[in-house]
């Protein structure tokens, strides 16, 4: 059993920066991949991010150049530095994991979810 617990969001203009973090609790941590997704209003929720295991990371299309992911393993935290941060991508954050190789890169694969973290950008 995993907990996740993101922190990090709040109300940013355009073009700030915002680094979420992810806490989680529970043992092996270092044997979960990790993932970032968000779900705006009206939407389904989409992928951000994912690093694997041995910190290989996969990107939206969206957020690549602006967004990087990174984990501590000796903290069993992982990290999404938002940088240039658009109105659109207004949405609610969520952390998310499961036991195993390769990026987790779609919410049916996830095991584990985080309550999520509310990130406003305003234009």
């Known amino acids: 059993q995993v907990q996740l617990v993101e922190s990090g969001g709040g109300l940013v203009q355009a073009g700030d920066s915002l680094r979420l973090s992810c806490a989680a609790s529970g043992r092996s941590f270092s044997s979960y991949a990790m993932g970032w997704f968000r779900q705006a209003p009206g939407k389904e929720r989409e992928f951000v991010s994912g690093?694997?295991?041995?910190?290989?990371?996969a990107y939206a299309d969206s957020v690549k150049g602006r967004f990087t992911i990174s984990r501590d393993n000796a903290k069993n935290t992982v990290y999404l530095q938002m940088n240039s941060l658009k109105p659109e991508e207004t949405a609610v954050y969520y952390c998310?994991?499961?036991?195993?190789?390769?990026?987790?890169?779609?919410?049916?694969?996830?095991?584990?979810w985080g309550q999520g973290t509310q990130v406003t950008v305003s234009s």
């Open positions: 690093i694997t295991l041995s910190s290989t990371t």
């Open positions: 998310a994991a499961r036991p195993g190789f390769g990026i987790l890169r779609r919410p049916d694969e996830t095991a584990y």
